[in-house]
């Protein structure tokens, strides 16, 4: 029996990891530059300073152009994740508050879910089923905990609602990209087309930068550098080397490090209810991330080696 070294287990799991803690960083930022910039402009902000710092990272190592056969992927995964899901959703977080746009948004892994099973033929073991119950319930959870009880904007629930199947067509899309070209060509030249779909932003972007202050344009490359570039780039590395569905499952750490985040950094103590939200969408990924042992048949030792197969 082959035996994975812990180096190819544990890269991908420290991928997923750092994608997942700047993506939750990624929502205060988004916050706070959206006070000053307009959806569209800190979207082109955002993916221009990703380009170029991706661009950059691609002539370094010399990557060059992807293959013929995964620019259908990246052309999509560019279009409707790069480019619609965050011109999307920084309007529909202007439009209904934290809890609503977190509730709607994290959508996104069932539907990544269900479209992997359909279209990628990815299995849907009762573990991953399960973990995606428990941290869709405690996404909820945490949603109707931050919710501000207000009506919400019909127009803000359908943009969130718009980001998630933008995120989740995205990635299917760029799941099948990955067995033809690296994760940081998939990742450069998808976010190249992202900034291209998000061109018409660019006076916007040019008349609003002039005016804005620095915090807010920090802010606005912070997410180019890293949520987008670094952290776009690590998820994609680790969808390479596991099913989309698997990988969505992971993302509903999110909320509950969006918590933590806001508790450790902001002062804003969690109420029990977020707690117990944050607790259950961790758990659900341990669930979700978990493999069944391998049945072995009665009296069988772990010794006893596999008989060879007739060749």
């Not at 082959?2 to 990624?26: E, H, K, N, S, Y």
């Not at 221009?48 to 691609?58: E, N, R």
């Amino acid at each position: 029996m082959d035996v994975i070294p812990a180096r190819q287990r544990l890269l991908p799991l420290g991928a997923a990891a750092v994608t997942v803690v700047l993506w939750a960083c990624a929502f205060v930022s988004i916050r706070s530059a959206g006070d000053t910039y307009s959806p569209g402009a800190l979207a082109l902000g955002r993916l221009l300073a990703g380009s170029l710092v991706l661009g950059a990272i691609c002539l370094v190592r010399r990557e060059g152009w992807p293959p013929r056969t995964a620019w259908r992927g990246i052309g999509l995964s560019g279009l409707l994740w790069f480019g619609v899901y965050m011109v999307v959703l920084n309007w529909g977080e202007q439009q209904v508050d934290a809890g609503t746009a977190a509730l709607v948004v994290n959508v996104g892994p069932l539907l990544i879910a269900l479209l992997g099973t359909r279209l990628l033929g990815d299995p849907m073991p009762p573990r991953l089923l399960a973990g995606m119950a428990v941290s869709f319930a405690g996404a909820v959870t945490v949603g109707l905990s931050m919710s501000s009880g207000g009506g919400s904007s019909v127009l803000g629930v359908l943009l969130c609602l718009l980001a998630a199947v933008g995120y989740a067509f995205g990635v299917v899309a760029q799941k099948p990209a990955l067995g033809r070209a690296s994760a940081l060509q998939v990742t450069t030249f998808g976010c190249l087309v992202g900034a291209m779909v998000c061109l018409p932003f660019t006076g916007q972007l040019v008349h609003e930068a002039a005016h804005a202050p620095a915090s807010a344009t920090l802010n606005m490359l912070y997410l180019g550098v890293f949520p987008t570039a670094l952290a776009f780039t690590t998820w994609a590395y680790a969808l390479a080397r596991t099913t989309a569905s698997r990988m969505g499952a992971t993302t509903y750490a999110v909320p509950a490090l969006v918590v933590l985040m806001s508790w450790l950094a902001l002062g804003e103590v969690p109420g029990v209810l977020t707690l117990a939200g944050g607790v259950l969408c961790l758990a659900g990924v341990a669930v979700s991330r978990s493999r069944a042992r391998s049945a072995r048949p009665a009296g069988a030792t772990a010794e006893e080696p596999r008989p060879e197969r007739v060749r």
